[in-house]
């Protein structure tokens, strides 16, 4: 009984499914690429990890007022000083 990953009985109709099994068969029978990549090429990728991460960290920055309101509300916790620390002084 010898079946393929991409059998007619197995697999749900349609062209979709024939092109998601060529592209699953071209990544696991990749052959070696001869290709040269020079040292440009992973600094380019250092360059835009770095520049992922920091615009992550850009946009939480931005939004943490927001994102912290999300999780008290998510989690029940709130704020009992809403004053921020001020003294109150008559």
Same mark, same amino acid.
């Given at each position: 009984?010898?079946?393929?990953?991409?059998?007619?009985?197995?697999?749900?109709?349609?062209?979709? =499914?024939?092109?998601?099994?060529?592209? @699953?068969?071209?990544?696991?029978?990749?052959?070696?690429?001869?290709?040269?990549?020079?040292?440009?090429?992973?600094?380019?990728?250092?360059?835009?990890?770095?520049?992922? @991460?920091?615009?992550?960290?850009?946009?939480?920055?931005? =939004? =943490?007022?927001?994102?912290?309101?999300?999780?008290?509300?998510?989690?029940? @916790?709130?704020?009992?000083?809403?004053?921020?620390?001020?003294?109150?002084?008559?």
């Amino acid at each position: 009984m010898n079946k393929s990953f991409c059998s007619k009985r197995l697999t749900p109709p349609g062209r979709l =499914w024939s092109f998601h099994c060529l592209a @699953v068969y071209s990544l696991i029978a990749a052959r070696d690429a001869h290709a040269y990549l020079d040292p440009a090429t992973g600094s380019l990728l250092i360059q835009i990890l770095v520049g992922a @991460v920091l615009g992550a960290s850009l946009t939480v920055k931005m =939004w =943490w007022f927001r994102v912290k309101e999300l999780f008290a509300r998510m989690f029940g @916790v709130f704020r009992r000083d809403t004053n921020h620390g001020e003294s109150e002084e008559d």
